[in-house]
Structures are given as structure tokens and as C-alpha cells.
T-cell receptor, first 112, second 115 residues
Framework: RKEVEQDPGPFNVPEGATVAFNCTYS??????FFWYRQDCRKEPKLLMSVYSSGNEDGRFTAQLNRASQYISLLIRDSKLSDSATYLCVVNRPNFGNEKLTFGTGTRLTIIP | DTGVSQNPRHKITKRGQNVTFRCDPI?????LYWYRQTLGQGPEFLTY????????KSRLLSDRFSAERPKGSFSTLEIQRTEQGDSAMYLCASSPLGGNSYEQYFGPGTRLTVT
């Protein structure tokens, strides 16, 4: 089983719609969770961290379910500029945040 | 530009040749990471430095790969006797020690093509 699993998509979503991505991780001892965004042919950039209580940043909401080892990202009122690959990222337990394990990414295209 | 920089941005080489890539991290960042990314995959961890010390190497990093960070500033990644399977994007990232050290800032990458 992969350490971090994501549906690769692609997700083709009309502008203004709400879209949700899910991710599962295999190591129950993982402690830190993130969503990174990667535009085509660009480097990954941190979108948001994921906290146990759930957190929101504008149109973006991240949730963590430790019991199910499941992370989600919700994008409301999607914009054309949200088109990108969204990478689910988990730290390796007992090594702080030095080593991050990335999922394969979920590709999102917002359609006008 | 005070972000992470990488050189060259693209490298085409013939199988069997050696290549070297350079990464200049954000100046106050103590930690530096190398990743490899192939099409349709997320970045895969290769190795990590804290200052000049190489603290971890992935099993992906065969004996043909070597990384250095001699003065705790820039880093180089060398691949000897390149193989076609080495074709990938090589990403460098840096992060500060302490504070919000979980955020890794990535450079634009070096795209390697081995023919």
C-alpha cells in the first residue's frame, strides 16, 4: 500500500462549483499533514496545513480524520485560477517535518 | 529574487555521461532537500541536509548519486553514468530551522533528459 494515496483525477469542474478531494495515508503515527498546489511545469507550493480541528482559508477548507487516516480539501466557488494539481502531503513519523511524503496529486481543471 | 534557485533549468545528456545540478536555497534557511519528480507522480524524497550535514538519504539514491552542501549554503547533486531512468525533474527545497519549519520552499527544478 502506498504511504499516501490520492485519486489522480482529472476532475473537470465548472466555474463556481464546489469540489472536494480526498487522500488517505497508511501510517497512523503521522503527525503533520498538508496540501500543496502545483501548477503545470511549476514547483509545488504550500496551500495550507491540515489541523485536527479542521481549518479554513477563504474558499478552501481542510479536514483531518485520524481514525480513518483520511484528509480532505474542499474548494468552494471555484475559480479558473484554481486549475492545478493538488498534492496531499504527510510527514514521516518521528522525523519531525524533515521528510515529507507526497501523494501522486489530483489534477483539477476549472471549466469556464 | 530571494527564492530558491536551481541551475541549469534544463539538461539533456547522453546515457553514461555525468551531470551536476546546483541549488541555492533561501539565504537564512538551514535545511535543504532534494526531490525527484516524474510525470504523473508527486515529488519523491532523495536526501536532506541540515547546514552542511547530510542527515538522510533515500533508498532511491543509488551509488551513482551524490549530494554535497560543503559550506552549508548552496548544494550540488551529481549523477554519474546517467541512465534513461534518471530522466525526471529534480527539485530542491529549503526550510528554516524552527518556527514554521514545516513549509518547504521549492525551487523551479532542473529537468533532466537522458537520451
Amino acid at each position: 500500500r502506498k504511504e499516501v494515496e490520492q485519486d489522480p483525477g482529472p476532475f473537470n469542474v465548472p466555474e463556481g462549483a464546489t469540489v472536494a478531494f480526498n487522500c488517505t495515508y497508511s501510517n497512523s503515527a503521522s503527525q503533520s499533514f498538508f496540501w500543496y498546489r502545483q501548477d503545470c511545469r511549476k514547483e509545488p507550493k504550500l496551500l495550507m496545513s491540515v489541523y485536527s480541528s479542521g481549518n479554513e482559508d477563504g474558499r478552501f477548507t481542510a479536514q483531518l480524520n485520524r481514525a480513518s487516516q483520511y484528509i480532505s480539501l474542499l474548494i468552494r466557488d471555484s475559480k479558473l485560477s484554481d486549475s492545478a494539481t493538488y498534492l496531499c502531503v504527510v510527514n514521516r513519523p518521528n522525523f519531525g517535518n524533515e521528510k515529507l511524503t507526497f501523494g501522486t496529486g489530483t489534477r483539477l481543471t476549472i471549466i469556464p | 529574487d530571494t527564492g530558491v534557485s536551481q541551475n541549469p533549468r534544463h539538461k539533456i545528456t547522453k546515457r553514461g555521461q555525468n551531470v551536476t545540478f546546483r541549488c541555492d536555497p533561501i539565504s537564512e534557511h538551514n535545511r535543504l532537500y532534494w526531490y525527484r519528480q516524474t510525470l504523473g507522480q508527486g515529488p519523491e524524497f532523495l536526501t536532506y541536509f541540515q547546514n552542511e550535514a547530510q542527515l538522510e538519504k533515500s533508498r532511491l539514491l543509488s551509488d551513482r548519486f551524490s549530494a554535497e552542501r560543503p559550506k552549508g549554503s548552496f548544494s550540488t547533486l551529481e549523477i554519474q553514468r546517467t541512465e534513461q531512468g534518471d530522466s525526471a525533474m529534480y527539485l530542491c527545497a529549503s526550510s528554516p530551522l524552527g518556527g514554521n519549519s514545516y513549509e518547504q520552499y521549492f525551487g523551479p527544478g532542473t529537468r533532466l533528459t537522458v537520451t
